[in-house]
Protein backbone atom coordinates (compact mmCIF):
# COMPACT_ATOMS: atom_id res chain seq x y z
CA UNK A 1 0.00 0.00 0.00
CA UNK A 2 1.50 3.37 -1.17
CA UNK A 3 2.22 5.46 2.45
CA UNK A 4 3.66 9.04 2.78
CA UNK A 5 4.90 10.11 6.51
CA UNK A 6 5.51 13.28 7.50
CA UNK A 7 7.91 14.71 9.85
CA UNK A 8 7.60 16.60 12.67
CA UNK A 9 3.95 16.70 13.12
CA UNK A 10 4.03 20.03 14.21
CA UNK A 11 7.48 22.88 14.31
CA UNK A 12 7.40 26.13 16.09
CA UNK A 13 10.29 28.30 14.81
CA UNK A 14 11.53 31.84 15.46
CA UNK A 15 11.60 34.23 12.50
CA UNK A 16 14.70 33.71 10.93
CA UNK A 17 15.44 30.41 12.21
CA UNK A 18 15.53 28.15 8.87
CA UNK A 19 14.77 24.39 9.20
CA UNK A 20 13.79 21.14 7.20
CA UNK A 21 10.68 19.23 6.93
CA UNK A 22 10.68 15.43 5.88
CA UNK A 23 8.63 13.39 3.62
CA UNK A 24 9.87 9.72 3.27
CA UNK A 25 7.52 7.34 0.69
CA UNK A 26 7.01 4.06 -0.07
CA UNK A 27 4.83 4.67 -3.20
CA UNK A 28 5.35 2.25 -5.61
CA UNK A 29 6.74 3.73 -8.98
CA UNK A 30 6.55 7.03 -7.98
CA UNK A 31 6.06 9.03 -10.80
CA UNK A 32 5.86 12.75 -9.05
CA UNK A 33 6.43 14.20 -5.52
CA UNK A 34 4.29 17.24 -4.70
CA UNK A 35 4.51 19.54 -2.16
CA UNK A 36 1.59 21.64 -0.99
CA UNK A 37 0.63 25.27 1.04
CA UNK A 38 -2.64 24.85 3.49
CA UNK A 39 -3.82 27.42 5.26
CA UNK A 40 -7.30 26.78 7.75
CA UNK A 41 -10.15 26.07 6.08
CA UNK A 42 -8.98 26.43 2.91
CA UNK A 43 -7.36 24.41 -0.12
CA UNK A 44 -3.75 22.89 -0.89
CA UNK A 45 -2.40 25.41 -2.46
CA UNK A 46 0.45 24.26 -5.22
CA UNK A 47 4.11 24.47 -4.23
CA UNK A 48 6.21 22.28 -6.16
CA UNK A 49 6.68 19.23 -8.82
CA UNK A 50 9.28 17.10 -8.15
CA UNK A 51 10.05 13.89 -10.87
CA UNK A 52 13.32 12.58 -10.06
CA UNK A 53 16.13 11.84 -7.14
CA UNK A 54 18.43 14.79 -6.92
CA UNK A 55 15.97 17.07 -8.57
CA UNK A 56 15.76 20.69 -6.69
CA UNK A 57 13.03 23.54 -6.94
CA UNK A 58 13.27 26.92 -5.24
CA UNK A 59 10.56 29.75 -4.42
CA UNK A 60 11.14 32.35 -2.23
CA UNK A 61 12.26 31.15 1.02
CA UNK A 62 11.41 27.38 0.23
CA UNK A 63 13.30 24.86 -1.31
CA UNK A 64 12.22 21.39 -2.34
CA UNK A 65 14.47 18.58 -2.51
CA UNK A 66 13.84 14.93 -3.77
CA UNK A 67 16.01 11.07 -3.18
CA UNK A 68 15.00 8.14 -3.89
CA UNK A 69 13.02 7.33 -0.30
CA UNK A 70 11.98 10.93 0.44
CA UNK A 71 11.92 14.76 0.00
CA UNK A 72 13.00 17.94 2.42
CA UNK A 73 11.37 21.16 2.38
CA UNK A 74 13.76 23.96 3.26
CA UNK A 75 12.57 26.83 4.92
CA UNK A 76 15.45 29.63 4.72
CA UNK A 77 14.91 32.57 7.44
CA UNK A 78 10.80 32.24 7.78
CA UNK A 79 8.47 34.84 8.17
CA UNK A 80 4.92 34.44 9.92
CA UNK A 81 2.88 34.23 6.80
CA UNK A 82 4.63 31.62 6.20
CA UNK A 83 2.86 29.37 9.28
CA UNK A 84 0.80 27.20 7.70
CA UNK A 85 0.27 23.22 7.22
CA UNK A 86 2.86 22.11 4.40
CA UNK A 87 1.62 18.66 3.06
CA UNK A 88 3.49 15.98 0.69
CA UNK A 89 2.06 14.05 -1.86
CA UNK A 90 3.26 10.87 -3.46
CA UNK A 91 2.01 10.09 -7.66
CA UNK A 92 2.60 6.28 -8.27
CA UNK A 93 1.68 7.48 -11.66
CA UNK A 94 0.81 4.19 -14.02
CA UNK A 95 -2.81 2.93 -13.58
CA UNK A 96 -3.79 5.34 -11.05
CA UNK A 97 -4.51 7.92 -12.70
CA UNK A 98 -3.23 10.92 -11.35
CA UNK A 99 -4.24 9.54 -7.66
CA UNK A 100 -2.24 11.64 -4.81
CA UNK A 101 -1.52 9.68 -2.16
CA UNK A 102 -0.97 12.34 0.43
CA UNK A 103 1.10 12.79 4.10
CA UNK A 104 -0.64 14.14 7.54
CA UNK A 105 0.87 17.55 7.08
CA UNK A 106 3.75 19.26 9.02
CA UNK A 107 2.20 22.35 10.87
CA UNK A 108 4.36 25.42 10.87
CA UNK A 109 4.36 28.02 12.97
CA UNK A 110 6.61 31.03 12.67
CA UNK A 111 6.73 33.47 15.52
CA UNK A 112 8.15 36.93 15.47
CA UNK B 1 -4.64 33.91 -12.64
CA UNK B 2 -7.03 30.77 -13.61
CA UNK B 3 -8.56 29.29 -10.58
CA UNK B 4 -10.80 25.92 -9.63
CA UNK B 5 -13.82 27.04 -7.83
CA UNK B 6 -16.64 25.99 -5.60
CA UNK B 7 -20.05 25.92 -4.46
CA UNK B 8 -21.01 25.98 -2.16
CA UNK B 9 -18.81 27.21 0.09
CA UNK B 10 -20.46 25.07 3.06
CA UNK B 11 -23.81 23.03 2.95
CA UNK B 12 -25.99 21.58 5.36
CA UNK B 13 -27.62 18.60 5.10
CA UNK B 14 -29.49 15.53 6.91
CA UNK B 15 -28.73 12.08 6.71
CA UNK B 16 -30.24 10.50 4.11
CA UNK B 17 -30.29 13.49 1.89
CA UNK B 18 -28.90 13.97 -1.64
CA UNK B 19 -26.28 16.16 -2.00
CA UNK B 20 -24.72 18.06 -5.05
CA UNK B 21 -21.71 19.38 -4.80
CA UNK B 22 -20.21 21.85 -7.62
CA UNK B 23 -16.92 22.63 -9.48
CA UNK B 24 -15.56 24.22 -12.04
CA UNK B 25 -12.28 23.26 -13.03
CA UNK B 26 -9.16 25.38 -14.64
CA UNK B 27 -10.54 25.48 -18.73
CA UNK B 28 -7.82 24.07 -20.17
CA UNK B 29 -7.43 20.89 -17.78
CA UNK B 30 -8.28 17.39 -19.05
CA UNK B 31 -8.10 15.50 -15.53
CA UNK B 32 -10.67 16.21 -12.64
CA UNK B 33 -10.65 15.05 -8.63
CA UNK B 34 -12.23 14.80 -5.68
CA UNK B 35 -11.01 14.64 -2.36
CA UNK B 36 -11.86 14.99 0.95
CA UNK B 37 -10.64 16.50 4.43
CA UNK B 38 -11.95 15.08 7.21
CA UNK B 39 -11.38 17.19 10.40
CA UNK B 40 -8.18 16.98 11.66
CA UNK B 41 -7.18 14.08 9.42
CA UNK B 42 -5.15 13.11 5.60
CA UNK B 43 -6.49 14.54 2.51
CA UNK B 44 -8.20 11.54 0.60
CA UNK B 45 -8.20 10.67 -2.60
CA UNK B 46 -12.00 9.36 -3.96
CA UNK B 47 -12.39 9.80 -7.50
CA UNK B 48 -10.46 11.22 -10.81
CA UNK B 49 -12.16 11.70 -14.36
CA UNK B 50 -10.84 11.58 -17.50
CA UNK B 51 -12.23 11.84 -21.00
CA UNK B 52 -15.99 11.35 -19.38
CA UNK B 53 -15.68 8.97 -17.37
CA UNK B 54 -13.63 7.47 -14.15
CA UNK B 55 -10.20 6.53 -14.31
CA UNK B 56 -10.06 5.39 -10.69
CA UNK B 57 -12.20 4.97 -7.64
CA UNK B 58 -10.83 4.84 -4.05
CA UNK B 59 -12.79 2.66 -1.83
CA UNK B 60 -14.31 5.51 0.03
CA UNK B 61 -16.27 6.15 -3.66
CA UNK B 62 -19.03 3.36 -3.19
CA UNK B 63 -22.03 3.56 -5.35
CA UNK B 64 -23.50 6.00 -2.71
CA UNK B 65 -21.11 8.44 -4.82
CA UNK B 66 -21.02 9.75 -8.20
CA UNK B 67 -19.55 11.70 -10.77
CA UNK B 68 -20.36 13.95 -13.97
CA UNK B 69 -19.07 16.87 -16.24
CA UNK B 70 -22.89 17.74 -17.31
CA UNK B 71 -21.36 20.33 -19.55
CA UNK B 72 -17.82 22.06 -21.09
CA UNK B 73 -17.18 23.85 -17.22
CA UNK B 74 -18.80 22.29 -14.68
CA UNK B 75 -17.90 18.72 -12.40
CA UNK B 76 -19.96 17.74 -9.90
CA UNK B 77 -19.60 15.19 -6.88
CA UNK B 78 -23.31 13.51 -5.67
CA UNK B 79 -23.97 11.76 -2.89
CA UNK B 80 -27.36 9.60 -3.07
CA UNK B 81 -28.14 9.14 0.42
CA UNK B 82 -25.85 11.18 2.99
CA UNK B 83 -24.28 9.80 6.35
CA UNK B 84 -22.87 11.47 9.40
CA UNK B 85 -19.17 9.81 8.34
CA UNK B 86 -19.77 12.10 5.35
CA UNK B 87 -19.02 14.85 6.77
CA UNK B 88 -15.94 16.47 5.66
CA UNK B 89 -14.39 19.34 3.53
CA UNK B 90 -14.69 18.20 -0.37
CA UNK B 91 -12.27 19.43 -2.57
CA UNK B 92 -11.97 19.46 -6.23
CA UNK B 93 -9.04 19.14 -8.11
CA UNK B 94 -8.01 19.67 -11.85
CA UNK B 95 -4.78 18.89 -14.02
CA UNK B 96 -3.94 19.53 -17.38
CA UNK B 97 -2.07 15.55 -17.14
CA UNK B 98 -2.00 12.53 -15.01
CA UNK B 99 1.36 13.33 -13.94
CA UNK B 100 1.61 16.85 -13.91
CA UNK B 101 0.67 19.11 -10.95
CA UNK B 102 -2.77 19.27 -9.49
CA UNK B 103 -4.60 22.61 -8.70
CA UNK B 104 -7.17 22.52 -6.07
CA UNK B 105 -10.08 24.97 -4.84
CA UNK B 106 -11.20 26.29 -1.83
CA UNK B 107 -13.64 23.14 -0.63
CA UNK B 108 -17.03 22.76 0.06
CA UNK B 109 -17.56 21.99 3.72
CA UNK B 110 -20.55 19.38 4.37
CA UNK B 111 -22.09 18.89 7.46
CA UNK B 112 -24.64 16.31 7.71
CA UNK B 113 -26.36 15.97 10.68
Redesign the interface.
Known amino acids: EDQVTQSPEALRLQEGESSSLNCSYTVSGL??L?W?RQDP??????LF?L?SAGEEKEKERLKATLTKKESFLHITAPKPEDSATY?C?G?A?G???????????TILTVHP | EPE?TQTPSHQVTQMGQEVILRCVPISNHL?F?W?RQILG?????LV?F?NNEI??K?EIFDDQFSVERPDGSNFTLKIRSTKLEDSA?Y?CAS?VG??????????T?LTVT
Open positions: RGFYGKGPEFTYLANGTSYGKLTFGQG | VYYYQKVEFSYSESMFSELHEQYFGPGR
